[in-house]
């Protein structure tokens, strides 16, 4: 059974996380969106409540789950028997930090292998932070992030 693991902040979900774990959801037989522990001062979302959103946002997929993981990813992808970690790509600035991320997870784990998907232009401008920000001023986010997340976006800015 091939296992990949989409790692992220997801503070909040996007249209453009979705699109990529529905598109590596039909490559593997099962996908773990699992959840950066990384609660900072700038975050929207506690991590729980993150976890909370991307089950329901991705209740529709059924070889989706979602989890978080506390220390190095490659040893809770060994943990969990993963072999892939898919991240998307959105430009040539996402390109270097990713490469270098992925070489470095090859170096620690030789056998685990980084897949990148090419986002869908129609999401290729979205990233958490800048939804975060234009819902903080005010913008309309309508579009960019799941119906359910947008309501529980502005009930925290209300
Ligand atoms: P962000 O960079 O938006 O804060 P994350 O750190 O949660 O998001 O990203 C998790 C993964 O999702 C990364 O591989 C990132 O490249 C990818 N990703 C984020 N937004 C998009 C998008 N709009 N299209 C394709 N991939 C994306």
């Known amino acids: 059974m091939r296992i990949a693991v989409c790692p992220g902040s ?16 039909g490559m593997f037989d099962k996908v773990i969106v699992a959840v950066l522990n990384n609660s900072g001062k700038n ?8 976890i909370e959103l991307l089950k329901s946002t991705c209740a529709h997929i059924e070889n989706v789950e979602v989890d978080t993981f ?7 992808m060994k943990q969990k028997n ?7 790509l959105r430009a040539v600035s996402d390109f270097e930090y990713e490469m270098q991320m992925a070489l470095m997870n090859r170096k620690l784990a030789p056998s685990i292998e980084t897949v990148f998907l ?14 975060r920000e234009v ?14 997340i947008q309501e529980e976006i502005y009930k925290r800015f209300s």
């Open 10 to 25: 997801f503070d909040p979900v996007t249209r453009g996380h979705l699109d990529i774990i529905e598109r590596a959801a």
């Open 43 to 50: 975050s929207l979302f506690t991590i729980e409540e993150r």
């Open 70 to 76: 506390p220390r190095l990813l490659i040893d809770y």
């Open 82 to 88: 993963a072999s892939v970690i898919v991240k998307g």
């Open 118 to 131: 090419m986002t869908n232009s129609r999401y290729s401008f979205l990233s958490s932070s800048l939804v």
């Open 135 to 148: 819902a903080r001023l005010g913008g309309d986010i309508t579009g960019m992030v799941p119906e359910l």
